[in-house]
């Protein structure tokens, strides 16, 4: 059951990429989403084969951002950071529960999990894995998933909107209108190539919004086609037709002609490059079904990676929703199975193409639940949370420690502490994965301690 400020944070920014066409107003004290202001127009890219929604760069024409990507692509591989959002707020103390620990069971009487249920974290002796996230044990029985089981900041906020917002702009600033990896791109990027910061979504990812360089959204390479407007899609036969006309009239005399038949022949061209995404032939098994859209995602994710496109940062949501106040159990297991089975595959995908020592996937969530089942065998609002990168060039060790949930562990409101900083985390991101100054780009970085995330 989702709480009404969750539900209103969803539909806001779910607007956010309509801005000015009716954004619902928000009450005093609540923070606007990063990236409220940016423009947004459609572009189709020639050079990636597949229709986009640009943020930024309105002074520059599709042309030219055309020809930005494909001069970024041309150049050398730059790492990619994956952003993955949990919405909601998961329960920390359910993807990794502490079965060693009596107070779990006495604060948790209808939710704890059985002390045999999952496989054991092999850092702590104290937890253990819920069995829905197994595909993430796996990974991190390989050394590739760097697990944070207490990831928060000072001072937590409980409201799904105020909290996301600092996770999103990193930083305890409600004032802020641009996300951590849009200053970081605003500094690094190009102001040609919007696929630099990647929203793998309908609508954009606040934590990439830019004040300089453009984005993009797609909800992803397979679904895109072409169609008259307001008409059925064009089937091959039309469009083949369209070509053999276009040639005939590509160098008519008449302006309009030759207009109209070279952007036949273009349409035929985009076609042919469109067949590489629109069939994606993994090289391992995703799982969920077609109306599954993060496991697509992923799957996209890793063809454009090895196609050479010139990706540098990317965000999406996880599937499932966390905000889990009643009736826990069976939405939490659905989402976190889907969640991880999705992560396992592709990172499996990454290894398979050859392209996984450039790729490292960080997983976040606004915040964590209360310690406390409440009366409805669900739980409360938190503060700390958990955290994960993933990644075959992760160090595999956790960053932190788990603090407890026994008596004097937890804080006056009953929620799990903190003992490491998102913010912290997000300075060792630029600094050791994409390799800028975090001092430029999160405030105050100088005086938050970073955590060595790299083997």
Not at 80 to 100: H, Q, R, T, Y
Not at 133 to 152: M, R
Not at 218 to 245: H, I, K, N, T, V
Request: proline fraction near 7%.
């Amino acid at each position: 059951m989702d709480c009404r400020d969750c539900t209103r944070t969803k539909l806001f920014r779910a607007a956010v990429a309509e801005a000015g066409k009716g954004l619902p107003a928000i009450e005093p004290g609540m923070p606007l989403p990063a990236g409220t202001g940016l423009s947004r127009r459609s572009f189709l890219a020639q050079a990636a084969g597949f229709g986009l929604a640009v943020y930024g760069g309105t002074r520059l024409s599709s042309l030219a951002l055309d020809d930005g990507i494909a001069r970024a692509a041309a150049g050398p591989r730059q790492p990619v950071l994956v952003s993955v959002f949990l919405e909601g707020g998961i329960d920390s103390l359910s993807v990794l529960f502490p079965a060693g620990d009596s107070s779990y069971y006495a604060l948790r009487p209808k939710l704890a999990l059985p002390q045999s249920a999952g496989t054991q974290f092999a850092e702590d002796a104290r937890l253990r894995w819920h069995p829905a996230a197994a595909g993430l044990a796996t990974l991190h029985g390989e050394g590739k998933v760097s697990v944070v089981p207490a990831i928060g900041y000072d001072h937590p906020d409980h409201s799904h909107f105020t909290s996301r917002h600092y996770w999103e702009v990193g930083a305890t600033d409600p004032h802020l209108l641009t996300g951590w990896l849009g200053r970081y791109l605003d500094r690094v990027g190009s102001a040609d190539n919007p696929l630099q910061g990647l929203s793998l979504d309908t609508s954009l990812q606040p934590a990439l919004a830019t004040s300089r360089v453009p984005i993009a959204s797609l909800d992803g390479p397979d679904r895109y086609g072409f169609s008259l407007r307001g008409r059925l899609p064009l089937e091959q036969p039309l469009l083949e037709a369209a070509a053999e006309l276009g040639a005939a009239h590509a160098k008519s005399a008449d302006g309009g002609l030759r207009q109209a038949a070279q952007a036949a022949l273009q349409s035929h061209r985009l076609a042919g490059q469109l067949g590489t995404f629109g069939a994606i032939q993994a090289p391992v098994p995703y799982p969920g079904n077609a109306a599954d859209d993060f496991p697509r995602r992923l799957e996209g994710l890793a063809a454009m990676i090895a196609a050479g496109l010139p990706l540098h940062c990317v965000a999406l949501t996880a599937p499932g929703h966390f905000d889990t106040h009643a009736s826990q159990e069976q939405p939490f297991t659905q989402g976190l199975q889907l969640t991880s089975d999705s992560l396992l595959a592709f990172q499996r995908d990454l290894e398979a193409r050859g392209i996984a020592d450039r790729v490292l996937v960080h997983v976040w969530s606004e915040f964590g639940r209360r310690a406390k089942e409440n009366g409805s065998q669900g739980t409360d609002h938190g503060a700390a949370g958990v955290g994960f990168l993933i990644g075959t060039r992760v160090g595999g060790r956790m960053i932190g420690e788990f603090p407890g949930i026994g008596p004097g562990r937890l804080d006056n409101l009953g929620n799990v502490q903190s003992t490491a900083d998102f913010r912290g985390v997000y300075a060792a991101l630029i600094e050791q994965w994409l390799g800028a100054d975090a001092n430029a780009i999160i405030p105050n970085a100088v005086s938050l301690p970073r955590p060595t995330l790299l083997k």
